[in-house]
């Protein structure tokens, strides 16, 4: 199989040979795996048990799913990534606000699944042949789970997919056989001597609901375009590409949650997940236990690093995404190793998801509400323009960036950041919300207001495009989102 060799350019409609199932095995066959069963993990950790735990998941992931899936169909229309995409609502050089939080979304998220899956990999190890628990056993399963991801990713979007289909069906198998391992210890109780992270059980309700349902969903805002660029819209409908889109999270982020919640109860996983995992796990499943942690890991782990091969490549022209993808592979590593080392994995968990998912979602509302002006018809070519290190086209408002949508996102994640309620920081808004984090509704909600509300960002300078950016503010905007 070759090495694909697209970047962030738009894909021409003869290659764009994927379809809706498709997208449902890929976010179904990556997600199965112990960086996303984890989350369900976390809401026990917080003292909650197996039921609370589950409606926050449910709730979380239904809402974040509402809010992200629409954002298949951006690249769907474009055929390139949506950090490139959002270029039409942002400006060519404000898509870069996009590429940043796609790479820093998937560096953090690549870090985990290879962090959790190692961990749990050489307690099996340990436990089958006698492995030292030792850092330098750590260090060396990192390196080889690196390695494998690296290489799924350097080939990329069609090896990544076959390894997705195949691990749709494997891991649900293992999954299953994992809920017959543990069932003689399941309770619904939260772990013995366990308390409320947040004192109470509804403000630690809501943690969990933003920061172990809503996270899943919205750490995909950057990704989805990934896969959908690779539809063709004329073979198949928007309507297919959202219904399969809404699967593919549900399903994929809801059963691994849901068995990591499951496991964790029967377990009493407190302060730790992957160690009293493969404690408890009976001798005849750990070599399952041993092949989810990671096969599991290289799938998911690789398209996220893909992702982030992409995004850098955004950021960096010049690189290729070949280059780009052995870089941001070498920087996913080192978070590896500071997350054994040095970070405790609670703490670092949540606060990284709940600051990510307030600078996240203003970005995600205001591409969506620029989708829903412009109907979905984009410039395919002006969208190029600075991958291409030109200047003009109808993305170029001023100076590469439209004002108007870059304060309204400042603005949401200001106040999103300023609402975050973690173990590591405690955001000055949250004694005025009673207590609990509404960071995902806050920012949200600003960012909208301030997209809606806000005047016209003026006039851009003379371009190639004269017609479209020499118009009024509104005028142009409506001549950016013409059919190209």
Not at 256 to 262: D, R
């Amino acid at each position: 199989m070759p090495i694909e060799q697209r970047g962030v350019d738009t894909i021409p409609d003869e290659e764009r040979t994927s379809g809706p199932r498709d997208l449902v095995s890929i976010l179904l066959g990556s997600n199965l795996c112990l960086g996303v069963i984890i989350f369900g993990w976390l809401p026990v950790s917080f003292g909650l048990g197996f039921w609370p735990s589950v409606s926050s998941l449910v709730l979380g992931t239904l809402v974040g799913t509402v809010l992200t899936a629409p954002l298949a169909l951006v690249s769907l229309r474009t055929g390139t990534n949506l950090s490139t995409s959002s270029g039409a609502h942002f400006g060519v050089r404000g898509r870069l606000i996009g590429s940043v939080i796609g790479l820093l979304l998937s560096l953090g998220y690549t870090a985990l699944t290879l962090w959790v899956g190692g961990d749990a990999v050489v307690g099996t190890l340990a436990r089958l042949f006698g492995l030292p628990d030792t850092g330098f056993a750590y260090a060396a399963v990192y390196a080889l789970l690196a390695g494998a991801t690296v290489l799924g990713a350097v080939y990329g979007y069609r090896l990544l997919l076959r390894i997705s289909r195949v691990l749709a069906i494997g891991m649900s198998a293992l999954l299953v056989i994992g809920l017959i391992a543990y069932a003689p210890d399941f309770t619904t109780a939260a772990p013995e001597g366990s308390a409320y992270l947040l004192g109470s059980f509804w403000p630690t309700w809501v943690l969990a609901v933003v920061s172990a349902g809503l996270s899943g969903p919205i750490a995909f805002i950057t990704l989805l375009g990934d896969y959908t660029r690779y539809i063709s819209p004329r073979r198949h409908t928007s309507r297919k590409v959202f219904w399969a889109t809404c699967l593919g999270l549900v399903a994929g982020l809801l059963i691994p949650q849901l068995f990591g919640t499951f496991t964790a109860v029967a377990v009493g996983a407190g302060e730790d997940y992957a160690g009293p995992l493969v404690a408890a796990a009976p001798f005849w499943f750990l070599v399952p236990l041993f092949l989810a942690a990671s096969a599991g890991s290289v799938g998911n782990a690789g398209l996220m690093l893909y992702s982030m091969g992409l995004d850098l490549d955004a950021i960096l022209p010049r690189a290729t995404r070949t280059q780009a993808t052995y870089v941001v592979a070498a920087i996913a590593t080192g978070f590896v190793y500071f997350g054994h080392f040095a970070w405790d994995a609670q703490d670092a968990m949540t606060s990284f998801v709940l600051l990510l998912t307030a600078i996240g979602t203003p970005w995600a509302v205001i591409t969506l509400i620029g989708f829903l002006r412009c109907r979905g018809e984009y410039d395919t070519e002006a969208l190029q323009v600075f991958n291409r290190r030109s200047r003009g086209g109808r993305y170029w408002f001023r100076a590469g960036w439209n004002p108007r949508a870059t304060l309204a996102w400042a603005a949401g994640s200001a106040i999103g950041v300023a609402a975050v309620d973690t173990p590591l920081y405690t955001g000055p808004v949250v004694d005025w919300t009673g207590g609990i984090d509404f960071s995902f509704l806050l920012s949200a909600t600003v960012a909208a207001t301030l997209l809606l509300t806000l005047p016209g960002s003026g006039r851009t300078p003379t371009t190639p495009a004269k017609a479209a950016d020499d118009a009024p503010d509104d005028k142009r905007e409506a001549a950016a989102v013409s059919p190209a």
